[in-house]
Nanobody, 125 residues
Framework: QLQLVESGGGLVQPGGSLRLSCAVS????????IGWFRQAPGKEREGVSC????????SYVDSVKGRFTVSRDNAKNTVYLQMNSLKPEDTAVYYC??????????????????WGQGTQVTVSS
């Protein structure tokens, strides 16, 4: 059975950093695209970043470019989202998601089959 578990969220002041982890089981990470999504209260779910299947091409939404970095550790079956220079508008529940053999459309939440439970990130002074 495929499973994704997010961790690493918390409360941080503006300008601070957090690293989120997405631990996956039941599948080989290298065959799957992994996406990071977030949803703030009263807002639509939005794509933050994704790493595609196969060669692992990485994409970011414009609002986080230069601040967030996605990486993967295939040996640990874990994908990370390093978040630096955090802003109050980054406050949201963050989710990771997985889909086998996804490439061009990996920033679209509707493409994904499997989802984690989410982890809360709060940026406030």
């Amino acid at each position: 059975q495929l499973q994704l578990v997010e961790s690493g969220g918390g409360l941080v002041q503006p300008g601070g950093s957090l690293r989120l982890s997405c631990a996956v089981s039941g599948f080989t990470l290298d065959y799957y695209a992994i996406g990071w999504f977030r949803q703030a209260p009263g807002k639509e779910r939005e794509g933050v970043s994704c790493i595609s299947s196969s060669e692992g091409t990485i994409s970011y939404v414009d609002s986080v470019k230069g601040r967030f970095t996605v990486s993967r550790d295939n040996a640990k079956n874990t994908v990370y989202l390093q978040m630096n220079s955090l802003k109050p508008e980054d406050t949201a529940v963050y989710y990771c998601a997985a889909k086998r053999w996804l490439f061009r459309l990996c920033m679209l939440s509707t493409e994904y089959d499997y989802w984690g439970q989410g982890t809360q990130v709060t940026v406030s002074s």
